[in-house]
DNA sequence: CCGCATCCATTGTGATACTG
DNA sequence: CAGTATCACAATGGATGCGG
């Protein structure tokens, strides 16, 4: 690929969606579109803290279903946020966890975590005081 | 759970939701639930470049739709995020920038933007080799 | 120029029952 | 225990036309 000058921060400013060829998908509506959905990040941020079995994983979110969870798992795999492993024991055991992409995307991840846990309350304030 | 310095750093270390009480959603799914939608993040990415109009931004954006931009930019302005401004003038002029709280919030989401384009070929790998 | 209302297609999510 | 299959419903998104 074509070096660019030094003076350029590319880090400091990555660009727009509207500055890349059209016949790659952006990388944020990508990556966004698999980890905006109700339960990804949940997944992951359970899976942070350390390797987790199915069931495990249902109970420490609480709220979600067998069957969004299973759809949730499958997809990251996919994606190669997370491994499965598959023990052939009986009754079965399936582990999973974090790959190193799926743990060096919970970095940037977290970062927004903190965000959102610092602005929560801005937030939840501008939206009652919002007339419309 | 994951090996770590027995050194209290609560910014590497925000709570999971299941870590908080159950009235407060946890404020994490509750930032992810207003941008994690397929044009937020495109629309913030958008005005962190400046104040823009409507038609402006549904140009630079190139394949939103009105309506879709037009609910987009009223979410983001009930949450804080964007600030839209009416001059009574004709033809009606209407412009739209980013709020204190949208920048701060831009800042963890552009290192998550970088992270995306740096890995995005990682994940493309992932996807195209899983067998399922 | 701005942007809302309406209609419609697609997708996401939940409940439940069933399989290995 | 660890899922999958099926059904039903809500939410999301696109197209178009109208109104301020």
Redesign the interface.
Known sequence: MAMQTAEKT??DD?????DRPADEPC???????R????WS??VL??L???TKRFNELGR???DISKQMLSRTL?RL????FVRRTVYAEVPPRVEYELTD?GR??M???????????D??A??????DS?E?
């Open positions: 590319p880090r990555p660009p727009g969606p509207w990388p944020i509506r990508d990556v966004l579109d980890i905006g959905d109700q990040m949940l941020s359970a942070w803290e350390g420490q979110i609480g499958r795999e996919q994606d190669g992409l060096s995307f970095v940037p991840m977290r970062a927004l975590v903190v965000w959102a846990d602005n929560h801005a937030i939840r304030a501008a939206r919002y419309g």
